[in-house]
């Protein structure tokens, strides 16, 4: 029933801009954890960034901090990814997905990937050079 929808990929210029959105439905964000991974051709889905909704903790993977940022409407139950100065490293499929959360440390961080429950069904980014 729990549905996560990603929008927001295309086709950009290496050092420009695109905004990730992830909608869920029948599902609220409170007491939840939301994370982007993204998966790249021939390589594993790595983790790409998090927030909390119970907290507004967020966790970043180390090749995009500085650059990306993820942020949260609960009320709307969307939540964003803002990545900037893109490179065409960058490049792959963007999946969103969800985790119960109640706030307790976990030392695989907020967004285990073996710990989400519900996942989107990806958007394409492709960064040119």
Do not use: H
Not at 3 to 14: D, F, K, P, R
Not at 15 to 41: E, K, M
Not at 104 to 117: N, V
């Amino acid at each position: 029933e729990v549905q996560l929808v990603e929008s927001g990929g295309g086709l950009v210029q290496a050092g420009g801009s695109l905004r990730l959105s992830c909608a869920a439905s029948r599902f609220t964000f409170d007491d939840y954890a939301i994370g982007w991974f993204r998966q790249a051709p021939g390589k594993e889905r790595e983790g790409v960034a998090c927030i909390s909704s119970t907290d507004g903790n967020t966790e970043y993977t180390d090749s995009v901090k500085d650059r990306f940022t993820i942020s949260s409407d609960n009320a709307k139950n969307t939540v964003y990814l803002q990545m900037n100065s893109l490179k065409p490293e960058d490049t792959a499929v963007y999946y969103c997905a969800a985790r119960w959360y109640s706030g307790t440390y976990s030392p695989y961080g907020i967004c285990d990937y073996y710990a989400m429950d519900y996942w989107g069904k990806g958007t394409l980014v492709t960064v040119s050079s």
